[in-house]
């Protein structure tokens, strides 16, 4: 299944995630815009890409977010530490909302008995030019 991020892309699914809440570890907000849905086709075995545009080869989607979910996800439902080590920061502050948010820690812990693999969703940068003029005229 493949997420097209912000209104850079275009595809059947969207998410939002903002590379200004992962500059700012805004892991409440990054959080929450994780799609339900894609926690149900992750629970139903589905491969799951995240596509972001960026002017960098890899955007902060790619090289922070995702990166840190897959670790948060991996370890709520099967206790894996995380295996990004230069992200340790991030992933604390994404395990401290969790730990604070009881909405939120509910939200993601519905779908551990019905996640029964190490969960990969994969990133993929595409790299731009320039960003989407479309968006400047809003």
């Known amino acids: 299944m493949k997420y097209y991020n912000l209104t850079q892309t275009e595809g059947n699914r969207m998410c939002y ?10 892991y409440k ?4 815009s994780v799609p339900d849905e894609m926690l149900y086709f992750l629970a139903k075995g589905k491969k799951i890409i995240v596509i972001d545009k960026s002017l960098k080869p890899k955007g ?3 090289k922070i977010f995702i990166p840190v979910l897959n670790d948060l996800l991996n370890y709520l439902y099967f206790k894996e530490k995380p295996t990004n080590p230069y992200l340790q920061n991030h992933w604390w502050r994404a395990w401290a ?7 939120l820690r509910r939200k993601f812990y519905f779908w551990k008995k019905y996640i029964s693999s190490p969960v990969n969703i994969q990133p993929k940068t595409i790299k731009v030019n320039r960003e989407n003029p479309k968006l400047d005229a809003v």
């Open 97 to 103: 909302e969790i730990k604070r948010d009881t909405q």
């Open 17 to 26: 995630f903002r590379s200004t809440d992962i500059e700012q570890k805004n």
């Open 60 to 62: 902060k989607v790619e």
């Open 29 to 32: 907000r990054l959080l929450w």
